[in-house]
């Protein structure tokens, strides 16, 4: 079954670049996808990237694939306070039918001033 | 506001007792998805609709759960004969149905169950 992994918490300075890691572990074809969550809010979808592509970038966001070692990472450039939040990793095997998504823990992002 | 909307957006409850939660999707999607989310996890997928089909049920939705989406509109979510274990937020979420299918699914608020 599917299985998505994330490191739990991740500390930066405001201006710097933060890199959230996040690994899976379904072959199929599937869609991978960037939530942020804030404190006593919903879901926010930030980006996605099918698994036919290695990059996606959409303003300060990128999205890095790599299929083979079933690696996905989203960096944010220029990190601001308010992107202080917890962002999950999620992975969608729509190939198999299947439209659930499979959530990662999330990592805890902590913006310094 | 056109986004997913969830009524309550609290519910405290006895051990026992039954509850019941309501989704609004966005407008004209026709699919609804409802998950929760426990304290330090990620949200576990419950069930899906497309219009008033239920497609998908995982295996966490034990028999107290029921979930019904009568007219391919609003949904309920019902856990009968609560258990502590059951405390958590209720998601919702929503996509529509197009030619370019990603699977793009628009999260609500939440209805977070505290079970005494």
């Known amino acids: 079954g599917e299985d998505v992994e994330q490191s739990l918490f991740l500390s930066v300075r405001e201006g710097d670049s933060s890199v959230i890691n996040c690994t899976y572990t379904d072959s199929s074809s599937t869609y991978l996808y960037w939530y942020k969550q804030e404190p006593g809010a919903g879901l926010q979808l930030l980006t996605y990237?099918?698994?036919?592509?290695d990059m996606k970038q959409d303003q300060r966001l990128t999205v890095l694939l790599n299929k083979k070692d079933k690696h996905l990472s989203l960096r944010i450039a220029d990190t601001q306070t308010g992107d202080s939040a917890i962002y999950f990793c999620a992975e969608s095997a729509m190939d198999t039918g299947r439209r659930a998504l499979t959530f990662g823990s999330g990592t805890r992002l902590q913006v310094q001033p | 506001d056109t986004g997913v909307s969830q009524d309550p957006r609290h519910k405290i409850t006895k051990r026992g007792q039954n509850v019941t939660f309501r989704c609004d999707p966005i407008s004209e999607h026709n699919r609804l998805y409802w998950y929760r989310q426990t304290l330090g996890q990620g949200p576990e997928f419950l069930t899906y609709f497309q219009n008033e089909a239920q497609l998908e049920k995982s295996r966490l939705l034990s028999d107290r759960f029921s979930a019904e989406r009568p007219k391919g509109s609003f949904s309920t979510l019902e856990i009968q004969r609560t258990e502590q274990g059951d405390s958590a937020m209720y998601l919702c979420?929503?996509?529509?149905?197009?030619?370019?299918?990603?699977?793009?699914?628009?999260f609500g608020p939440g209805t977070r169950l505290t079970v005494l």
């Open positions: 990237i099918f698994s036919n592509m």
């Open positions: 979420a929503s996509s529509p149905i197009s030619s370019f299918d990603n699977n793009e699914q628009f």
